[in-house]
């Protein structure tokens, strides 16, 4: 089964914004163009007078009079949006922004924590380390998972339950499906269509009045149906990677050279059971800070092999760890994946016959690992 967050912070530009004013919050605030231009970000407060996003600066100010105007700083927000995000992926690497303000978080099978007890930690530590609210959705699908993170915001968090996707979303207006804006809503509302329930019950001769060659997809969204994959970076969605966040900001090497060697030895088990091979890896470190430093190194040959990574760690972890401070985070990605190597003949020198022993020995631990039993290689033990 799987679950997906989707975030989406309250009122993003101005809340930022509102991190160096505080003597404005709780008044009618917006961001934009002064005089020509549109609003961009909003506050509650001045969207309860009738400014909304994207309305032209001149009516928000007519509707609005005593709307506070900010000019906006894309720089400013753009770092906020790295941190906000850089604290999702201390939860997961499968991270798909759709925006500077919105993204989803693919958390299935999490090893230590529920969905909801993912989307609370994150929440919460969003609050006080960034000083910013956030709203998130907890469902199976994007589908669901969007529309609970808007549907109370601001500061919501809302979990919808397996097996009552179709039961949520009925009530709610037609506009809430993906793809319904303001024209196709009217359409459908002329054939009696304005709720969700009634786009799912609806013969598709009937919605396809209505909506077309979207009908059919429209009708699954309506009926709580929705497979589309949390897409990752596309170089990431071609590559096998894994991360560790640290309790406790970490600076002991040793410790973090244990760590990769674990990463790397995971990794690689992985590769070996999709029958592929790596010649790039690339381990990241981040900073108390939430600055990301990262280096990389490409093999001679593609691998499938843990034994052939492990000699490069200490370096790559120099090359990435710059700056003598404490690490929250480290990462270890292999990519640049091929089919692996052909051998043709049996393996006669020394050093080939080394490789094949490391390879049989390799697929015999992910064989007892299958098994849950608690194997472990040499360096694992200290």
């Given at each position: 089964?799987?679950?997906?967050?989707?975030?989406d912070?309250?009122?993003?530009?101005?809340?930022?914004?509102?991190?160096?004013?505080?003597?404005?919050?709780?008044?009618?605030?917006?961001?934009?163009?002064?005089?020509?231009?549109?609003i961009?970000?909003?506050?509650?407060?001045?969207?309860?007078?009738?400014?909304?996003?994207?309305?032209?600066?001149?009516?928000a100010?007519?509707?609005?009079?005593?709307?506070?105007?900010?000019?906006?700083?894309?720089?400013?927000?753009?770092?906020?949006?790295?941190?906000?995000?850089?604290?999702a992926?201390?939860?997961?690497?499968?991270?798909?922004?759709?925006?500077?303000?919105?993204?989803?978080?693919?958390?299935?099978g999490?090893?230590?924590?529920?969905?909801?007890?993912?989307?609370?930690a994150?929440?919460?530590?969003?609050?006080?380390?960034?000083?910013?609210?956030?709203?998130?959705?907890?469902?199976?699908?994007?589908?669901?998972?969007?529309i609970?993170?808007?549907?109370r915001?601001?500061?919501?968090?809302?979990?919808?339950?397996?097996?009552?996707?179709?039961?949520?979303?009925?009530?709610?207006?037609?506009?809430?499906?993906?793809?319904?804006?303001?024209?196709?809503?009217?359409?459908?509302?002329?054939?009696?269509?304005?709720l969700?329930?009634?786009?799912?019950?609806?013969?598709?001769?009937l919605?396809?009045?209505?909506?077309?060659?979207?009908?059919?997809?429209?009708?699954?969204?309506?009926?709580?149906c929705?497979?589309?994959?949390?897409?990752?970076?596309?170089?990431?969605?071609?590559?096998?990677?894994?991360?560790?966040?640290?309790?406790?900001?970490?600076?002991?090497?040793?410790?973090?050279?244990?760590?990769?060697?674990?990463?790397a030895?995971?990794?690689?088990?992985?590769?070996?059971?999709?029958?592929?091979?790596a010649?790039?890896?690339?381990?990241?470190?981040?900073?108390?800070?939430?600055?990301?430093?990262?280096?990389?190194?490409?093999?001679?040959?593609?691998?499938?092999?843990?034994?052939?990574?492990?000699p490069?760690?200490?370096a790559?972890?120099?090359?990435?760890?710059?700056?003598?401070?404490?690490?929250?985070l480290?990462?270890?990605r292999l990519?640049?994946?091929?089919?692996?190597?052909?051998?043709a003949?049996?393996?006669?020198?020394?050093?080939?016959?080394?490789?094949?022993?490391?390879?049989?020995?390799?697929?015999?631990?992910?064989?007892?690992?299958a098994?849950?039993?608690?194997?472990?290689?040499?360096?694992?033990?200290?």
């Amino acid at each position: 089964m799987r679950s997906i967050i989707h975030l989406d912070a309250d009122a993003f530009y101005v809340s930022v914004e509102l991190l160096d004013r505080p003597d404005l919050r709780g008044r009618p605030v917006a961001v934009g163009g002064e005089r020509r231009g549109i609003i961009a970000s909003a506050s509650y407060e001045a969207r309860k007078r009738g400014v909304y996003t994207p309305m032209p600066s001149a009516q928000a100010r007519k509707v609005c009079p005593e709307l506070i105007m900010i000019r906006g700083d894309m720089g400013k927000y753009a770092t906020v949006s790295r941190q906000m995000f850089a604290i999702a992926e201390d939860f997961t690497p499968l991270v798909e922004r759709t925006s500077i303000d919105e993204g989803y978080f693919e958390v299935s099978g999490h090893r230590t924590l529920s969905p909801l007890a993912i989307a609370r930690a994150m929440k919460e530590r969003i609050g006080t380390e960034l000083g910013i609210t956030v709203s998130l959705g907890i469902g199976t699908s994007k589908l669901i998972a969007q529309i609970a993170s808007k549907l109370r915001k601001p500061d919501a968090l809302i979990e919808v339950p397996p097996g009552t996707e179709r039961e949520f979303i009925a009530p709610l207006e037609a506009h809430w499906l993906p793809g319904v804006g303001a024209k196709l809503a009217a359409r459908l509302r002329e054939h009696a269509l304005r709720l969700v329930r009634d786009v799912a019950e609806a013969p598709l001769s009937l919605l396809t009045q209505a909506a077309g060659n979207y009908a059919a997809q429209l009708g699954g969204y309506a009926r709580g149906c929705d497979d589309r994959p949390v897409i990752v970076d596309r170089d990431e969605a071609k590559s096998y990677g894994t991360q560790d966040t640290f309790n406790a900001n970490i600076s002991d090497r040793e410790a973090l050279l244990a760590t990769l060697r674990s990463m790397a030895g995971r990794l690689m088990a992985k590769v070996r059971g999709d029958g592929k091979a790596a010649r790039t890896v690339t381990v990241k470190v981040r900073y108390p800070d939430f600055r990301d430093c990262s280096h990389a190194l490409t093999l001679s040959q593609p691998t499938d092999l843990e034994t052939d990574v492990y000699p490069h760690l200490p370096a790559l972890l120099r090359g990435a760890w710059k700056e003598r401070l404490p690490l929250r985070l480290v990462s270890l990605r292999l990519t640049n994946i091929t089919e692996p190597a052909f051998q043709a003949e049996l393996p006669l020198d020394a050093s080939a016959i080394r490789r094949a022993k490391q390879r049989d020995a390799a697929r015999l631990l992910d064989t007892l690992r299958a098994q849950s039993l608690p194997v472990m290689r040499g360096h694992e033990l200290g």
